[in-house]
């Protein structure tokens, strides 16, 4: 049995506030485990300690109970995060530099030099679609454009495990639709993904399991067809149905005994919609 990419173990994390007197529980007894190659969802409202159990995972924050571990080796250990590239949910880069200063900046750190660096650095912005920033300042990048050279920045060193904290915040449709592709890349080359976001349609579409979090709790996790199957309903999807064979159809449903419950058409999602209108035209 293989090891997994990510195992969190009955962690708690308690914040302190010294002068109300006071602790605030921020994660309580959180057990989840990502296996290589999987795009694992965390989900959960604003302050439910999805960030915080991520920064526990990297070593950033220590847990008061419990452990985490990347592939098999301690998350407080330094060498456990060698392959693992990270986007938090608002990067902070040095603004004077360029975006394709940004990235080698990030490379060396990491241990590339030369022309494999700059070559790497180069296909990324190529990959996020910032080739006409690449020698803009940052300063001068917007919210979109900040996660995308953040992104960029995670996969500098082609990690095998990369967190990524609200990838898509502050990022405009077609932006969001574009990081969406590269996270399903990042899944065919087999990467593992892990993730947190509050687009709950993209998540469906990306993710292969889900955990949902709620006051530093972990209420329901599973596969993504687990968690929205209706029990005890069937759809059926019917492409040129007369009046006719739609009445026949349904009294033939009446008289087994069941309920139908609905007869509609499919709808497209508000964003297939949107990036059609606003594709651009050949």
């Known amino acids: 049995m293989s090891i997994p990419a990510v195992q969190?173990?009955?962690?708690?994390?308690?914040?302190?506030?010294?002068?109300?007197?006071?602790?605030i529980m921020a994660v309580r007894n959180l057990s989840l485990t990502v296996q290589p190659g999987e795009v694992y969802g965390l989900l959960g409202p604003n302050g439910c300690g999805k960030s915080t159990t991520l920064k526990m995972l990297l070593g950033l924050v220590k847990p008061n109970h419990?452990?985490?571990?990347?592939?098999?080796?301690?998350?407080?250990e330094y060498r456990s995060r060698r392959d693992v590239g990270f986007l938090p949910e608002n990067p902070?880069?040095?603004?004077?530099?360029?975006?394709?200063?940004?990235?080698?900046?990030?490379?060396r750190i990491c241990g590339m030099r030369g022309s494999a660096l700059k070559?790497?650095?180069?296909?990324?912005?190529?990959?996020?679609?910032?080739?006409?920033?690449?020698?803009?300042?940052?300063a001068g990048f917007s919210k979109g454009m900040l996660q995308r050279i953040g992104l960029a920045q995670a996969l500098i060193q082609?990690?095998?495990?990369?967190?990524?904290?609200?990838?898509?915040?502050g990022v405009d449709p077609a932006g969001s639709h574009q990081i969406r592709d590269l996270i399903l890349d990042l899944k065919k080359r087999g990467k593992t993904v892990l993730l947190t976001s509050h687009l709950l349609e993209q998540v469906q579409e990306i993710c292969d399991r889900v955990g949902i979090m709620a006051r530093g709790?972990?209420?329901?996790?599973?596969?993504?067809?687990?968690?929205?199957?209706?029990?005890g309903q069937t759809q059926f999807i019917v492409e040129n149905a007369t009046p006719e064979l739609r009445e026949q159809m349904e009294q033939l449903i009446n008289k087994s005994g069941a309920k139908l419950v609905a007869a509609r058409q499919p709808?497209?999602?508000?964003?297939?919609?949107?990036?059609e209108l606003t594709a651009p035209r050949s």
Not at 92 to 107: D, H, I, P, R, S
Not at 217 to 231: A, H, N, P, Q
Request: charged share 35%.
């Open 8 to 23: 969190i173990e009955n962690i708690t994390k308690i914040f302190p506030v010294p002068l109300r007197r006071r602790r």
């Open 66 to 76: 419990g452990r985490a571990l990347i592939c098999g080796k301690d998350s407080r």
């Open 92 to 107: 902070y880069f040095y603004k004077f530099l360029t975006a394709t200063e940004t990235l080698v900046f990030y490379g």
């Open 119 to 138: 070559k790497r650095a180069e296909e990324l912005i190529d990959l996020v679609g910032l080739s006409d920033a690449r020698d803009r300042r940052v």
């Open 158 to 169: 082609d990690p095998s495990l990369v967190i990524l904290d609200e990838p898509t915040a």
């Open 217 to 231: 709790e972990m209420i329901r996790e599973g596969s993504l067809d687990e968690l929205v199957r209706v029990e």
């Open 267 to 275: 709808q497209r999602s508000l964003e297939s919609v949107f990036l």
